[in-house]
T-cell receptor, first 110, second 114 residues
Framework: RKEVEQDPGPFNVPEGATVAFNCTYS??????FFWYRQDCRKEPKLLMS???SGNEDGRFTAQLNRASQYISLLIRDSKLSDSATYLC???????????FGKGTRLHILP | NAGVTQTPKFQVLKTGQSMTLQCAQD?????MSWYRQDPGMGLRLIHY???????DQGEVPNGYNVSRSTTEDFPLRLLSAAPSQTSVYFC?????????????FGPGTRLTVT
């Protein structure tokens, strides 16, 4: 099993719809979890951290399920500007090595 | 406050040439790292540093050297460039305190080795 796995997509979603991605991780000792956003030919940027209790930032909600070893990202009322690749990131806090998933491509359609 | 800066933005090398990719940050972060990003492979860690004078290997260190003489700078050296090193290289610096974590990436260096 890969350390961090994501559905590569692409997810083609009409504007205004709700879309959700999951990301699974293999190391049960993983401690920190994040979602990054990467636009074409740009650097990744931190979208949000994923806390044990789940967290919400505007239209974005992140959840952590430790028992099933996955994290999720929900985007409500999607905008054209949400089109990007979303990277799942896991940190085992062991030597501070951070593992990136390969990303899920999202296309919001007008 | 410039964040993380990388130079050059683009570079073309011939096989066997050497060069140094520069990375600097002005946020006083202890932790810095280098990644390469290839199509279908995602971001892979090359080398990282947890503070000045301390470096360690990541997932794909072969063919690259790093040093960390200051907190601000973390250059990546390609010893003898190979076509397999054609990639986009990102430098990052990060800060962690308790549950709070922030990692910032530079704009990337697009390297082509012919």
């Amino acid at each position: 099993r890969k350390e961090v796995e994501q559905d590569p997509g692409p997810f083609n979603v009409p504007e205004g719809a709700t879309v959700a991605f999951n990301c699974t991780y293999s190391n049960s000792a993983s401690q920190s979890f994040f979602w990054y956003r990467q636009d074409c030919r740009k650097e990744p940027k931190l979208l949000m951290s994923v806390y044990s209790s789940g967290n919400e930032d505007g239209r974005f909600t992140a959840q952590l399920n430790r028992a099933s070893q996955y994290i999720s990202l929900l985007i409500r009322d999607s905008k054209l500007s949400d089109s990007a690749t979303y990277l799942c990131v896991v940190n085992t806090n062991r030597d501070d090595k951070i593992i990136f998933g390969k990303g899920t491509r999202l296309h919001i359609l007008p | 406050n410039a964040g993380v800066t990388q130079t050059p933005k683009f570079q073309v090398l011939k096989t066997g040439q050497s060069m140094t990719l520069q990375c600097a940050q002005d946020m006083n972060h202890e932790y810095m790292s280098w990644y390469r990003q290839d199509p279908g492979m995602g971001l892979r860690l090359i080398h990282y540093s947890v503070g000045a004078g301390i470096t360690d290997q990541g997932e794909v260190p072969n063919g690259y050297n790093v040093s960390r003489s200051t907190t601000e700078d973390f250059p990546l050296r390609l010893l003898s460039a190979a076509p397999s090193q054609t990639s986009v290289y990102f430098c990052a610096s990060s800060y962690a305190s308790g549950e709070r974590y922030e990692q910032y990436f530079g704009p990337g260096t697009r390297l082509t080795v012919t």
